[in-house]
């Protein structure tokens, strides 16, 4: 199965509950925190929430 990169670029500060708990949920808990998670539409619903705050590269 495909992974993701995921990259976290924008700080936390002044976002609502939903996308702190989102965050919280991928581990990105700092700025410029990569994590690497399977490629599942969870995931990607997940990163639809809090887009405009992240990176996402698709690893092979």
């Known amino acids: 199965m495909a992974k993701l990169k ?5 700080g ?21 925190v990569e994590v690497i998670k399977e490629d599942n539409p969870q995931i ?3 990163i639809r929430v809090v887009n405009h ?3 996402v590269e698709e690893l092979a």
Do not use: E
Request: proline share 3%; net charge positive.
């Open 6 to 10: 995921i990259k976290l670029v924008r």
């Open 12 to 32: 936390r500060a002044g976002k609502n509950k939903t996308q702190l708990s989102t965050l919280d949920a991928l581990g990105l808990n700092k700025p410029n």
């Open 44 to 46: 990607r619903g997940m």
């Open 53 to 55: 705050l992240v990176k």
